[in-house]
């Protein structure tokens, strides 16, 4: 079946270093992924999505890389805020939307 | 951007009794969603709904969980009678296609207490 994970439950750093959270997923299928970001809260909310044509999204600094290959679908930042503490989903689309544990991020100044 | 409405944020009840969770979606979605999420751990998929049917539902849909959208009003979801494990976070999606690269808008949750 389709399943999402992520390794990591909490990543802690420091304000301006970069940012890398891991996702890889299974289907027998060619999903869609996506990254949904969750502030204390507040509802949880499309980050980025995978194309179709391999093209890298990109939003709000972060971006991400769909590699098939590999099943990974991993968020970067290049430069790390205070206000990208949050908990951020990787998710799978097939018919519906699977999410993985979630990784709480948090920034230190 | 549009919005998803959940009422009510938090609610309390003892267990045994049946609870109604509401949800106001985009006015143009057609698709509506259920997931739950157990404190600290992840958000899981109970079911879906379109035209009026459910489309799909997990193991964690329990025969006491009914959903239903009467005239186009608030989609719900209704547990009757409650139970322990039902205390969760309770979040309503809703998308305009059905497809896998749909983008879902999400309510802010109704925070579920079972006494």
């Known amino acids: 079946g389709d399943s999402v994970t992520q390794t990591e439950g909490l990543v802690t750093l420091t304000e301006g270093l970069p940012v890398m959270l891991n996702c890889t997923y299974q289907?027998?299928?060619?999903?869609?992924l996506f990254w949904y970001v969750q502030h204390l809260n507040e509802a949880p909310k499309l980050l980025l999505k995978?194309?179709?044509?391999?093209k890298r999204p990109e939003h709000q600094g972060f971006h991400a890389t769909l590699h098939k290959s590999s099943s990974s679908f991993h968020l970067q930042k290049s430069s790390a805020q205070l206000s990208d503490s949050a908990l951020y989903y990787c998710?799978?689309?097939?018919?519906?939307?699977?999410f993985g544990d979630g990784t709480q991020l948090v920034v230190k100044p | 951007g549009p919005k998803v409405l959940q009422i009510p944020s938090h609610q309390i009840i003892d267990m045994g009794q049946m609870v109604t969770l509401n949800c106001d979606p985009v006015?143009?979605?057609?698709?509506f969603y259920w997931y739950k999420q157990i404190l600290g751990q992840q958000m899981e998929f109970l079911v879906n709904?379109?035209?009026?049917?459910?489309?799909?539902k997990s193991k964690l849909f329990k025969d006491q969980f009914s959903v239903e959208r009467p005239d186009g009003s608030y989609f719900t979801l209704k547990i009757q009678p409650t139970a322990l494990e039902d205390s969760a976070v309770y979040f309503c999606?809703?998308?305009?296609?059905?497809?896998?690269?749909?983008?879902?808008?999400f309510g802010s949750g109704t925070r579920l207490l079972v006494i």
């Open positions: 999606a809703s998308s305009l296609e059905g497809q896998g690269n749909s983008d879902y808008t």
């Open positions: 289907s027998t299928y060619s999903p869609f």
């Open positions: 995978s194309f179709t044509d391999n």
């Open positions: 998710a799978l689309g097939n018919n519906r939307i699977f």
């Open positions: 006015s143009n979605h057609l698709y």
């Open positions: 709904f379109y035209n009026g049917k459910v489309m799909e």
